[in-house]
């Protein structure tokens, strides 16, 4: 795998007016998400609920790639043909999951730090012999009076930088991400200033790692006020602050940018993103989704009525989230 490979794949990542799927919830969250729709938590609902997203028709016309969990890049549809191999006839980009999760960080109360590091040189090679050409690594980032501290937002952003390296020397592209969690009620000013810090300490970790910025997607949160904050942004605002968050710490060579949902609704995630494209400010890296919660939710909540009835209805509200977001990605969703 050259350097000129990962480019390429990093460029397909966010291909114009694509982006990605987000179907990587570990067994854990998974069973949180089955469970509020009444869901049984295993493993062939796993498979035939992630046989159904990667199956939807016309899926690839909005998305470039989908990102995994360890036990779904194993699995294949009920038919026997291996999830990485669908994927990739359908054109869409296997990526997988590789952290393991967030741990309190010792001494810092409320902070936490992502653990995965050991052994990921053997596993990275193990999933791109499985076909996977990206790897995901999630660090949380905690808002309250206490934190973040300085020293969770340094180790995060070393265990994200000491991850990306691996990848790239296995051959994948790594999507990098840092997310501020909406939990809370502080203001959009102090999400602005903890994103800046995250996003200034991931970008020099990548530095001092010597991480390929080209080969490198950075997947992030948005600018926005904590859920239980008394002043809610407007839908501009969140957009503006973003942007300008991102220009300020984000070098230009980085092929894209994608933003997780977070927790958002459906609609604001897609205007939020929409509203990005249409302000008319100049943006140097395309910005794009890969979103989870926000792609599948209302997919997964029909679904959920009839395992075996509401398949090809429940696809369809996939299909058309995948294109309102691609829509999105381009500043031309229209409400
Ligand atoms: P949400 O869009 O549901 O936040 O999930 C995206 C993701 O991959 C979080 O790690």
């Not at 309250?144 to 296995?170: D, F, G, K, V």
């Not at 299909?319 to 409400?335: I, P, S």
Request: hydrophobic letters at 40%.
């Amino acid at each position: 795998m050259s350097i000129e490979d990962l480019e390429s794949i990093a460029l397909a990542m966010v291909a114009r007016g694509k982006g990605i799927i987000a179907i990587d919830e570990s067994t854990g969250t998974i069973q949180r998400r089955f469970e509020a729709v009444g869901i049984e938590n295993t493993e062939e609902n796993r498979r035939a609920y992630r046989e159904l997203l990667l199956t939807t028709p016309g899926l690839s016309e909005h998305i470039s790639g989908a990102i995994l969990f360890d036990e779904t890049i194993r699995q294949s549809t009920k038919d026997g043909v291996p999830f990485t191999t669908l994927m990739k006839k359908a054109g869409i980009i296997p990526g997988i999951k590789v952290d393991k999760g967030p741990v309190p960080l010792a001494l810092y109360p409320g902070d936490v730090v992502t653990e995965g590091l050991d052994g990921l040189r053997e596993r990275l090679q193990e999933y791109a012999r499985l076909g996977a050409q990206f790897a995901k690594w999630r660090a949380v980032i905690n808002i309250s009076e206490e934190t973040p501290s300085s020293a969770a937002i340094e180790a995060n952003a070393h265990a994200l930088a000491r991850y990306a390296a691996l990848c790239q020397e296995a051959g994948l592209v790594p999507m990098v991400e840092p997310e501020v969690i909406m939990d809370g009620d502080h203001s959009l000013d102090v999400s602005y200033e903890v994103h800046e810090a995250v996003l200034r300490s991931v970008f020099n970790a990548l530095y001092e790692q010597n991480v390929l910025l080209e080969g490198t997607i950075l997947k992030t949160s948005m600018v926005i006020p904590g859920k239980d904050a008394p002043e809610q942004a407007s839908v501009e605002d969140v957009a503006d602050a973003t942007v300008r968050v991102l220009k300020s710490t984000v070098p230009a060579t980085l092929p894209g940018i994608v933003f997780l949902s977070g927790g958002q609704t459906d609609e604001q995630s897609t205007a939020h993103l929409n509203a990005m494209h249409t302000s008319g400010e100049k943006l140097p890296w395309p910005l794009s989704f890969s979103y989870g919660r926000a792609m599948q939710q209302a997919a997964l909540k029909l679904w959920a009525k009839d395992l075996n009835g509401n398949v090809a209805a429940a696809q369809k509200i996939v299909a058309e989230r995948a294109r309102e977001n691609g829509q999105a990605a381009l500043g031309k969703w229209v409400k």
